[in-house]
């Protein structure tokens, strides 16, 4: 078995076999983020095709400074790649600005605290892949990936206050399908 640092310097190199095994070792965990951001597999698929050419190219760039920061920084790629290819193809995904006193007078009511049953992570990422494009992506990159409402502004071409009404949305849409599974659950009991 190779080390991270072996395998990025075969890769710098531009031999096959240490490109396959980053491949080996980072493809399912990437797929995994791309997944999060795109809800059709083969798409996500593809993203993750394009994140590899890029991380490829991009190799010879990558000063290795620890064990795992191979995969963060392949990780941004991908999270870049992802983005990118939502721009380009999801022009509509966000509903309407609100403005930022309308988004305080609403995050009260729903950031209250509330108690639920314990819920299993998998029927989690479950509500999140449903949510809608705009709000699973702001939600996906400010909560998963601890992007700024600025940087995801940036990002995505949007302004701050749709990046925050957009988090705002998720949320609530996560806490109402939450509620709704803690009812059905008790309903069962």
Known sequence: MFSEKEIVEGCKKGKKRFQNLLYEKYAALLLGVCIRYIKNRMEAEDVLHDA???????????????????????????????????????????????????????????????????????????IVESMPNGYRLVFNMFVIEKFSHQEIADSLGVSVSTSKSQLLKSKKYLKERLSRQSVESNSLL
Do not use: C, M
């Open 52 to 126: 590899f050419i890029k991380i490829y190219i991009s190799i010879k760039k990558f000063e290795h400074k620890n064990e795992g920061s191979l995969y963060s920084w392949a990780k941004r790629i991908t999270v870049n790649t992802a983005l990118n290819y939502l721009r380009d193809n999801l022009k509509h995904a966000f509903h309407v600005d609100i403005d930022d006193d309308t988004l305080s007078d609403n995050i009260a009511n729903v950031e209250e605290q509330s108690s639920y049953p314990y819920i299993e992570p998998s029927e989690i990422l479950k």
